[in-house]
């Protein structure tokens, strides 16, 4: 038997709830409410199955009545249900539009690198498994990936530039979008530069990985000489014609690195909003760094040889894996969303739980 | 835009943590007018009345009791300046097991009616003036009265939903509720399996924005203008507008209070708390 008196229950409890906030409800077949008092006796000699039989009952009388009234049945429980004050405020539409997981779409074209970088994210080095996504696979995801949202395409590694098709690989991605593909720009010698030149100047940026104005800082990670090369790199790209993006990647100790850095990229020519500086993280082969989780990261949804991952700073950490099928896109991007929204709504009922008092 | 104005300072009841969220909202809106406003929260109906007459604040959200308690202090001197659209068709509903087979007001009679709180004008005053009117007398009739919020903040919703609840308890036949909280619960026909309503009452007039002399009718109109320019069609509005209950500003309807001045009168119901 149904037991509306839990509804009075609830508009009163509400009436007391901030709108955003949640309360719980017990909907038992023993729950309190109106006309429970009367239905005592019977509820106690009622069998398991009469019993869950009136606590579904319950349960669907407070979600029609949260349907029609504009609150939200957030949670369904064994014998209760938690009533969100209000409709729930979307985490995605919080999120600046740029912000959006799938806007950008993440690709690791493979994993080994001329370099071991001590702080790499996805532990790279010489020695790593290439495990290329392949040229068919980037092409089938540049394919879809308009259709399903995305407005660039990023490729990485490991080193790209490793690759023999490399540029099959990106002419794949730039005659779909715009496509950015990150480099150390220390290979731009002989096949490996006739397969730059081939690149579309238009619709391709390039980002070259740079940590400090002189080699010091910049080798002490990541080798003797790269420093040096890698100079030399970013002058090439540029007297080729390509648009470079620099990007540092400097520890929270070397802020004073900041200034001659960007000073020394304006005399490459490199312009401001072309300037990237990151913190290291904490995965990989970096023994310290930020601490990155997947309920505390917006998602940019990633793609590498292994499945679809969380975000490409953590795309070797089990704990950022989302699902092995890659295809359909949309279904991934989809599924990243809905995880996104899940872990904002768990962060927000534990923000609830835990005032900030 | 209103860097250099004075803000119009709006008194109002805090019976739910919402009306935080509520005024902030309206504090947000009036900024970006020619008419800033800020706040100011009181624990009870008697204390915000208080504060209106001792110039404290310059407006108060009154509830209908609230307003007609202040005229009969002020001996007529404060001015009523804008209700919800909700409020001025505001009703009581009595309502009563469903299938009981009640058909019109008439039918309490020897009847057990639950009553909200005794401050409650919807839930208590009106409906005894309504049985008055209807020719019933108080012998007529069983009255539970439900004191759940007396000496409160004197929003009477929760003994309104006491007063359902002796229904469904069987503690009484029927139970007469604002029309607000009865929507509130039944939202169309949820509850058609346990309660319905038997009987509405004539439309008459709830809450109202009340102001004292002090204010010039100058400062009045031009915050009217703007709170009137609230629109439902605006997102940004919307959400305060929602959470306020309702859809528009209108000019309050103040023959919409007479029914319960008389009702005050013929109870002795007195003009403070
Ligand atoms: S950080 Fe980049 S360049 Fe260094 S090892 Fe990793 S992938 Fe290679």
């Known amino acids: 038997m149904v037991n509306h008196g839990l509804l009075l229950d609830l508009v009163e409890r509400l009436a007391a709830t901030p709108v955003g906030s949640t309360v719980e409800l017990d909907v038992s077949a023993s729950a309190a409410g109106g006309a429970a008092a009367s239905d005592a006796s019977s509820a106690t000699s009622a069998t398991a199955a009469s019993r869950a039989e009136e606590a579904a009952a319950n349960i669907d009388l407070i979600a029609r009545w949260c349907r029609a009234s504009g609150n939200e049945l957030a949670e369904v429980r064994a014998e209760s249900v938690v009533v969100r004050h209000g409709r729930r405020r979307d985490p995605l539409a919080l999120l600046d539009p740029s912000q959006l997981p799938g806007t950008r779409l993440w690709m690791y074209t493979n994993f080994d690198c001329n370099l071991r970088c001590d702080y790499c994210c996805v532990s790279s080095s ?18 879809e990936a308009a259709d399903a949202g995305v407005q ?84 090439l790209a540029l007297d080729e014609g390509f648009d470079v993006k620099v990007a540092a990647t400097l520890p929270a100790d070397q802020a004073h690195e900041v200034a001659p850095f960007t000073q020394f990229l304006g005399g490459l020519g490199i312009r401001p909003e072309n300037r990237v500086i990151r913190a290291i993280a904490h995965e990989g082969a970096a023994d310290s760094g930020v601490e990155l989780t997947v309920d505390s990261l917006i998602p940019e949804v990633t793609v590498t040889a292994e499945g679809v991952w969380w975000h490409p700073v953590a795309a070797t950490d089990e704990s950022h894996f989302v699902r092995a099928e890659i295809f359909p896109l949309a279904d991934a991007i989809a599924d990243v969303r809905e995880r996104f929204i899940r872990h904002r709504e768990a962060a927000d009922r534990a923000a609830e739980w835990f005032p900030c008092s | 835009m209103s860097d250099t104005a004075e803000p119009l300072i709006i008194g109002s009841v805090a019976y739910t943590p919402n009306v935080v969220t509520i005024w902030e909202g309206m504090r ?77 007001i008439e039918a309490v009679r020897g009847r057990r009616l639950a009553l909200g709180s005794r401050d409650s004008a919807q839930a208590a005053i ?76 004539p439309e008459y007039s709830h809450c109202t924005f009340t102001a004292m002399p002090s204010l010039s009718d100058e400062r009045a109109e031009a915050w009217l203008a703007n709170l009137m320019a609230m629109d439902w069609e605006r997102p940004e509005h919307r959400a305060i507008l929602e959470l306020e209950g309702l859809r528009r500003w209108v000019p309050p309807k103040l023959d919409g209070y007479r029914g319960l001045f008389e009702a005050v009168a013929a109870q002795g119901v007195s003009d403070r708390w």
């Open chain 1, 126 to 143: 010489p020695q790593t498994d290439r495990r290329a996504l392949g040229v068919d696979r980037v092409a089938r995801l540049a394919d």
């Open chain 2, 126 to 201: 009106l409906p005894v003036q309504f049985l008055r009117e209807a020719g019933i007398a108080a012998g007529d009739v069983e009255l539970l009265r439900i004191n759940s919020d007396v000496g409160k903040h004197g929003d009477t919703g929760r003994s309104e939903l006491d007063a359902l609840r002796a229904v469904l308890d069987d503690r009484a036949d029927a139970a007469a509720i604002g029309l607000n909280t009865w929507e509130a619960i039944a939202r169309g026909d949820i509850m058609a399996g346990a309660l319905g309503a038997f009987w509405t009452s």
């Open chain 1, 152 to 235: 660039e395409l990023i490729l990485t590694g490991g080193e790209p530039f490793l690759l023999p098709d490399i540029d099959e690989v990106v002419a794949s991605c730039t005659t779909r979008l715009p496509t950015t593909l990150l480099t150390n720009g220390m290979l731009f010698r002989g096949g490996r530069l006739e397969r730059l030149r081939r690149m579309d100047r238009d619709r391709l940026t390039l980002q070259i990985s740079l940590d400090s104005a002189t080699p010091e800082l910049h080798d002490a990670h990541r080798g003797p000489r790269a420093w040096e090369r890698a100079v030399g790199g970013i002058r």
């Open chain 2, 28 to 104: 947000d809106y009036f900024a970006t007018t020619d008419t800033p406003i800020d706040f100011v929260l009181f624990s009870n109906y008697g204390r915000l009345v208080d504060a209106l007459i001792a110039g404290t604040i310059d407006v108060a959200w009154n509830t209908n009791l609230a307003y007609v308690r202040t005229v009969a202090q002020t001996d007529g001197r404060c001015r009523a300046l804008a209700s919800r659209d909700t409020d001025v068709v505001f009703s009581t509903v009595f309502v009563s097991r469903a299938g009981a087979g009640f058909d019109g």
